[in-house]
């Protein structure tokens, strides 16, 4: 029963040091010298945009699960970060208590 024992935490410490090593090799891979994405945005289901800079160039691209398309050549200046736009919190409240109203008049 011991020897198992010993054998199955043997077993689970040779799998976690494998898969750390696999993550490992995998992720100085997948990071490149000349390309970097500065941005991505998903637009559904294997469908998305990314601003990709290549050296001095900066590029829109789209994405499918197909294809990988240039839109664009960006240059620095039409970059400009997007504010976060937030909801008040009591917008949220009468939205919701107008969407429960109708609900409601609906039923009756």
């Known amino acids: ?13 040779l799998a976690y040091r494998v898969s750390k090593y ?3 090799v995998a992720v100085r891979q997948s ?17 998305a ?10 590029f ?6 197909g294809a990988m398309t240039n ?3 960006l240059s620095p200046e039409d970059l400009t970060e997007l504010e976060l736009q ?4 009591p917008d949220i409240k009468e939205k919701f208590a107008d969407i429960i ?3 409601k008049n609906k039923k009756e």
């Open 1 to 13: 029963m011991l020897v198992t024992m010993l054998m199955l935490a043997g077993i689970l410490y």
């Open 22 to 24: 696999v993550g490992t």
């Open 31 to 47: 990071q490149s010298k000349y390309i970097k994405i500065a941005d991505m945005m998903s637009l559904g289901q294997d469908k």
């Open 49 to 58: 945009m990314a601003v990709t800079q290549v050296g001095n160039r900066i």
């Open 60 to 65: 829109l691209v789209g994405i499918t699960s």
């Open 71 to 73: 839109l664009a050549e």
């Open 86 to 89: 937030t909801l008040d919190m």
């Open 101 to 103: 109203k109708k609900v």
